[in-house]
Structures are given as C-alpha cells and as structure tokens.
C-alpha cells in the first residue's frame, strides 16, 4: 500500500533521482520509478530487496547498514523516509537534498495512548514536535501528528513534507 502522503506530495519534487530510506520489499521506491523517478532503495535487508530489484530498470537497491552508511550531499531531488527511525541521518538528509528538493517523512510516535502504543522502545519512536524541529531549516508544506486510521496496526504518526530552499 502506498501511503497517502507519497501520492499526494510526491509530484512536489523535481524530477531526478529520489532516495528510499530503509526501502523494505520496495513497494514505494517501484511507485516513484513508475511515476518517473530513477530511485536509490536502501535498506539492510538483501531479502526484502531482492523481491524488487529486478522489476524496474530505474530502481537501483543499495544493501547497506543505515548506522553507518553515509548519504551523497546534494544528490537527490526527492527523499522518502517511512516507518523507520534513524536520528543519525537527520542533518544528512537535509544536506543530501539538491536545492528545490522534497523530503517525505512519516514514522511513528511515542503515544501516551496504550492503545497506539505498538511496543517499540521509546528510543525509536518521535516525540511531539520533534520531526518539525529537526528539519526546521526547510520550508515546511506539510506536518501533522495524527492517530493512524488502520484498524490493524493503530499507530500515532508524524507526518511532514519539507523543500530545501
Ligand atoms: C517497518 S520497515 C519500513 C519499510 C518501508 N519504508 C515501508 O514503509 O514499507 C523498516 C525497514 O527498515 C529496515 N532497516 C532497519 N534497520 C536498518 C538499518 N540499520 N539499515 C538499513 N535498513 C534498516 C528494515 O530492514 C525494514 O525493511
């Protein structure tokens, strides 16, 4: 499934090369290559990526380590970051956008709602406000702090779309 945030703002960033930040089975980064962008995939998981790799000539999968793998300053017209926490990569995704280019990030919440609460540890879970003041430094087009409407995963997410100026 695609989130919604992705069908309605990825049309925002310039054409060009977009990066999917812990890619999973790929069902996003083949949505942007099917939209037109060439897309760098990223993600530890050789299984998960190996379910996609083959299935758009646009789509280029990078195995790799978020910990420790560092991103290409000024490269991407467009970066998508969904239902994956890596504080590390906060002011390397700002640097890793050309000018004019888009972030998509959504994740999940710490919620004092139990009923939200997917058991993750705090540590990986944002904090109120905490997405919007991390990427202060763009212009901000969308944020929100939201209670998932999916009845079989019930999250709390925060939600943003930034342009680099
Ligand atoms: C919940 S899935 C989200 C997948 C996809 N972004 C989505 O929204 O469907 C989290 C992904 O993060 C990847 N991941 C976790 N730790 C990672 C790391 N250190 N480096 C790269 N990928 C990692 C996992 O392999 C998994 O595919």
Known sequence: ?????VRDFCGHAP?????DI?????AVSLYLANTGFQVDAVDISDVALAQFAKRHPGIRVICTDLDVFDLTVA??????????LNRRLFPQIIRALKPGGLLIFETFMHA???????GFKREYLLEANELRDAFATLDILHYAETDSGCED???RL????GKKP
């Open 112 to 118: 004092s709602n139990k009923a939200l609460d997917r």
């Open 153 to 155: 995963t019930p999250a």
């Open 15 to 19: 054409a060009g090369l977009a990066l």
């Open 22 to 26: 812990a890619c999973g089975t790929g």
């Open 75 to 84: 490269h991407y017209s467009l970066i998508v970051n969904l239902r994956y």
């Open 158 to 161: 925060a939600s943003l779309v």
């Open 1 to 5: 499934m695609i989130p919604d945030i």
